[in-house]
């Protein structure tokens, strides 16, 4: 069975998504959105401690650079 060259275009955007979703995973440079007030942000990350995202050290971690960064 042949594929067709719309399929075989979807497969390969895919591969190419996901390539480059990996590849932003192992980027070290942190990203600032200065459209999220550092209150909103700061809301965010005890959000995400409470509910167990995130570690107790990667909460403080984030505090940090979100203090430094304002």
Known sequence: MKKSPASKLMA???L???ALLLASCGSSQTVHNRMV???QSAADLKR???AGI???DEYEEEME???DAH
């Open 37 to 39: 007030p550092p209150e």
């Open 54 to 56: 995130i570690s107790q």
């Open 12 to 14: 390969a955007t895919a």
């Open 65 to 67: 650079k979100l203090q």
């Open 16 to 18: 190419l998504a996901a």
């Open 48 to 50: 995400a401690l409470d």
